[in-house]
Every structure is written in C-alpha cells, then in structure tokens.
C-alpha cells in the first residue's frame, strides 16, 4: 500500500545533504491522492497515449486504473521543479514510473493534446523514455513511463562519488554520452512544419543527468521529453547544474541550443566529475578524469572533453549542432 512511501529512506544531494523534502514528499503523496480515496463510487482508467508497444516497455499501460495506482506501493525517487518522480510497484507486482506535475495551468482538453503527441513522439525513438498514459483531474495531473531499476545518471555518479568510488568505467560512459546524444538529435530533427502554435516537439527543453535513465546493458534513455510544455515550473533546490548557463536561465530559453549546452554539461560532469576547472591542456598532459583510462582510451576521452566544451562555450552560435555532434562522436573518437 502507499505506507510503504513513509518508510523510504531519504535520498542524498550530490553535496552528501540528505533531503529531507523526500519524506515530506512521500507524506504528501497519502494527503493527496487521499481525497481521491474517500467517495469514490466508480474506476477511472487513466488515458493511453496511443504510443505503439516497443520491446520490454509498459505494453499494459492503457489498461492501468486510478484505483490500481492508489492502491499500490509508492515510493518518491526524484523531485524537480515540474514534479515528483514516484516508483508504483502495482499489486501484481509490475512497476512503472511516475510523474506526478506540480503545477499545470492547461486545461484538460488541451493538456491531453499535447501529452498524446507528445507520447506518440516519445515511442518512435530507442533513446527517449516513452510516455504510455496520463491521467488529469482537479487536484491530481501526473503521466506514466517506464522504471529504470538501475535509476537516473546523476544518482548513479552521486552514489558513487558519495562513497568516493568509481561507478562506470570509460566505455560505459561513452555509450551513456552516445546514448543521450541521439536522443537529443532525434528530438531535433522533428519537423517543425508540423508544430503546432503552442507545441514545438523539435526541442528538449530539460536536458540533464537526472532525467538520463540508465538501462542494466549502460545504454540511456532521456526522460521527461515534453514535459516543461505540460506544467509549470516551482521554485526549488536543483543542485545538478554545477555551472551556471551564460546567455540564458535554465528553463526560460526555450531552443536547441540550450540542450546543446545542457548536453555538454552532462560530458563534462561525466568526464571530470562536479567541481572541477573544465579545462583541456592536451599538450601538457594534466588532465584530470575521474575513472582510469590510458592510451588510445585517453585519446578519446580527452576528444569528448572538447565537444564537451564546445558545447558550452560562452557564445550561443559557436555552440555545434547535434547532428555536427554526432559526427564528431563518430570520426574523431572511433576512427
């Protein structure tokens, strides 16, 4: 049942701060989907999508009920300023993963709208998180994905770094900046002739480690495609971005090349860890990663640390595209 959210333990920031928001998180969870709990005379199923099936994803999600939800085990595994992420574990044992909004000014009609194509953009790619189903009310507006067991990018590396261990090794890391790479040029390359005047399905938007979904093989799914076009974002602690964006606030910038500079966060943070002065001196031969690598391994690392500063170089138009990005990726790092 939802008690089972009460006794999570609580998550840790990257700086080792427990937060303490988890469990609060956790008993709003029962106060709000409580009401919901009291006269209710009939089921309501939530509202699929339409995405098609894909290998191993939530193939029964068009049949999942607000009853089944509300009865199931709930654990909070992520908060942002859109919303919290929530673990359901049904009482059939199936898992799926949970979005539930913070605020969302759209009107019902128009928030279903928007999800659908939204869901439908999301299954036609191997790196995206699928979204399978939605369900919107008065008090109550949340969307349902697939549960990645092996959780987010940035609890990955905060775990590991809490414990001042390694987590991934450089391959594995590769195929994650690969991974997110073509998920980030697949939302791109979407036609912007189809967009609608208050849809634009060409941009991410909240491109970051924790919404990098890691798969058991260390390949990656971006999550959460979409969403900053469903809700509103709420003032609170975000403690991913450990560099500040120079020409724009995140989330107020609304462009690809915003998710460029997002992108190379992510490299940088993977390479070299948090904190640390991104600099490339290849010819001094000091640079620093966080994880072993020598030889033909460290020629391509030190190739990536470049896009990775690429990416966020101080002047938006310098920054490369992700198309030219994945180029790079290709012929400089495996030729």
């Known amino acids: 049942m939802l008690s089972r959210a ?17 469990c609060r998180s956790a008993a709003s969870i029962l106060s709000e989907y409580g009401g919901f709990m009291v006269g209710f005379m009939d089921d309501l199923p939530l509202i ?11 193939a029964e999600s ?9 009865r199931s085990s709930v654990a909070v595994v992520g908060e942002s300023r859109l919303g919290f992420t929530e673990k359901v574990v049904l009482p059939d044992g199936r898992m799926c993963a949970l979005k539930r909004f913070r605020k969302v000014s759209l ?36 969307a349902v994905s697939d549960y990645y067991p092996m959780g987010s990018l940035a609890d990955l590396l905060a775990s590991a770094r809490e414990q001042n261990q390694t987590a991934l090794t450089w391959n594995q890391r590769l195929e994650i900046i690969l991974s997110v790479a073509r998920a980030v040029e697949f939302i791109h390359s979407r036609n912007s002739l189809q967009e609608t005047k208050h849809l634009k399905l060409n941009v991410h938007g909240n491109v970051k480690a924790s919404n990098v979904m890691i798969n058991i093989d260390f390949t990656a799914r971006l999550s959460d495609y979409g969403f900053i076009q469903l809700a509103e974002r709420v003032e609170v602690g975000d403690a991913w971005q450990r560099k500040p964006q120079p020409n724009f606030e995140h989330g107020e910038v609304f462009c690809q090349e915003s998710d460029v500079y997002n992108f190379g966060i992510i490299i940088l943070d993977l390479l070299q860890g948090p904190n640390k002065d991104y600099t490339n001196d290849r010819d001094g031969g000091h640079v620093d990663f966080e994880f072993c690598v020598q030889g033909k391994e460290r020629d391509q690392a030190l190739q990536v640390l470049e896009i990775g500063l690429a990416c966020t170089n101080k002047s938006t138009g310098a920054r490369p ?11 400089e790092v495996f030729m």
């Not at 699929?48 to 939530?58: A, E, I, M, T």
């Not at 068009?62 to 509300?70: E, G, M, N, S």
């Not at 595209?321 to 012929?331: F, N, P, R, W």
Request: glycine share 10%.
């Open 6 to 22: 009460l006794n999570s333990k609580p998550r840790r920031s990257f700086h080792g701060v427990e937060k303490e928001d988890s």
């Open 48 to 58: 699929s999508c339409g995405g098609s099936d894909h290998k191993g994803g939530w």
């Open 62 to 70: 068009q049949h999942l009920t607000l009853r089944q939800v509300l």
């Open 107 to 142: 009107r019902r009609g128009e928030f279903g709208r928007r999800i659908v194509r939204v869901g439908l953009a999301s299954s036609m790619s191997d790196y995206l998180v699928p979204v399978t189903a939605y369900f919107y009310s008065k008090r109550i507006k949340f």
């Open 321 to 331: 595209t992700i198309q030219e990005i994945i180029l790079c990726l290709g012929d």
